[in-house]
């Protein structure tokens, strides 16, 4: 195993998904959530899912600030949960990306540790994926502050604040960091499915 752990955001509104729940949408039989507990959980060695308990199961946390903040609250709610092992790293994935990588943990996990830096993130295309990124748990503090005193619930400027690192993922014929963020996006997904 990797020395990192995990966590799935699923707290979000689902809003763009109308009265569907994105973690319970389901995609060939699966919940999009199942989906990507199934390709996370190999590759870390403690997996937490961000989101309610009644929806995610027992290995859920709930979100550690009140008010609907982003998805830093995610991170952060799982980087004080008692519930993590030991591992120096957090990996943090998307509910509504079903076609993650086997290798992803690992692929990162190759770039913090070289740079020594605090998070590393997935670029694809040329577009940044801050959703699809490896953490050092040393950042708790910062992430803290950035909710807390700055209230900022994005990724970006706390990004831009550490020593961030990216990997250029190679393209493939279907996009790894696909997002289902509404029902057009479940329809596609099945249609990628059978590529």
Not at 11 to 24: D, E, F, H, L, T
Not at 47 to 64: F, P, R, S, T, Y
């Amino acid at each position: 195993m990797i020395d990192a752990d995990g966590v799935v955001l699923a707290a979000g509104r689902s809003s763009r998904m109308g009265s569907i729940n994105k973690v319970q949408a389901v995609l060939a039989g699966r919940t999009l959530l199942d989906h990507v507990v199934a390709k996370l959980t190999p590759q870390v060695d403690k997996l937490l899912v961000n989101g309610e308990k009644a929806i995610c199961g027992d290995n859920a946390i709930a979100d550690q600030v009140e008010g609907f903040k982003g998805p830093l609250v995610g991170l952060y709610s799982a980087l004080i949960s008692d519930k993590l092992s030991s591992a120096r790293y957090l990996m943090m994935t998307p509910c509504d990306g079903p076609f993650i990588p086997g290798d992803l943990v690992a692929a990162l996990y190759r770039e913090i540790v070289a740079a020594d830096a605090d998070i590393a993130y997935v670029r694809y295309q040329g577009y940044a994926q801050p959703t699809f990124s490896l953490w050092h748990k040393r950042v708790t503090s910062a992430v803290e502050e950035s909710l807390l005193v700055k209230h900022n619930g994005g990724f970006k400027p706390l990004m831009a604040s550490l020593n961030a690192v990216y990997l250029d993922w190679p393209e493939q014929g279907v996009n790894p960091f696909f997002n289902v963020n509404n029902l057009a996006d479940l329809e596609e997904a099945e249609r990628l499915l059978c590529l």
